[in-house]
């Protein structure tokens, strides 16, 4: 099976494939994202052309790497998400189908929100969106790993970097993150 990189026009091998540009916020990281974890031979049948920019051409749905979103009752998988740089782990959020093909169209991660039952983009009210740097997807097919340059700083919507700024110390709850800004002055709440 070989993947493409449609930026520097290069064929890689399954076992060999990773991107060749992860600083590049461009033209580029959609057709990345989707190029590089597509299988050729269903690429070349279904994908459309691309224009000179490299912008899919007509309204044609782009084929993408599919999930298992049988395995659960609801449809939803879980998405850990990870600061690119330092690995810390920022969120745990879910996914369907629809959350999934819109990140890996956009580049910007979107989960399903089971509150509010809806398609979420991460940031739309705070404008701390979170650019996907990276996806992984484990062997199983039902849960991903979004690496994410985290917008803003914070990922966290009571203000903090990380969802995860508690840490158990014996029987009591220990704030050990940085608060980056006020939810009240950002949501209103």
């Known amino acids: 099976m070989e993947f493409e990189c449609l930026k520097y026009s290069e064929k890689l091998k399954e076992g060999s494939v990773c991107c060749r540009h992860p600083d590049d916020y461009c033209k580029y990281r959609t057709s990345c994202i989707v190029n590089f974890f597509e299988q050729e031979n269903k690429r070349s049948s279904r994908l459309p052309a691309a224009n000179n920019d490299n912008k899919i051409q007509n309204n044609s749905p782009v084929p993408m790497i599919e999930l298992d979103f049988s395995k659960t009752e ?9 600061d690119y740089s330092s690995g810390e782990v920022l969120m745990l959020a879910y996914i369907n189908s629809i959350a999934w093909e819109k990140t890996l169209e956009t580049g910007k991660c979107h989960y399903w929100s089971r509150s509010r039952n809806t398609l979420w983009l991460k940031g739309e009210s705070s404008g ?52 980056i800004f006020d939810p009240q002055k950002v949501y209103g709440k």
Not at 139 to 164: M, R
Request: hydrophobic content about 40%.
């Open 74 to 82: 609801s449809g939803l998988l879980p998405a850990i998400v990870q």
């Open 128 to 179: 701390h969106v979170q650019l996907v740097r990276e996806i992984l997807v484990d062997c199983d097919e039902d849960t991903v790993i979004f690496k994410v340059e985290q917008l803003g700083g914070a990922a966290c919507h009571k203000g903090y970097g990380s969802c995860f700024f508690r840490r158990v110390e014996g029987d009591r709850l220990v704030v050990c993150g940085e608060k």
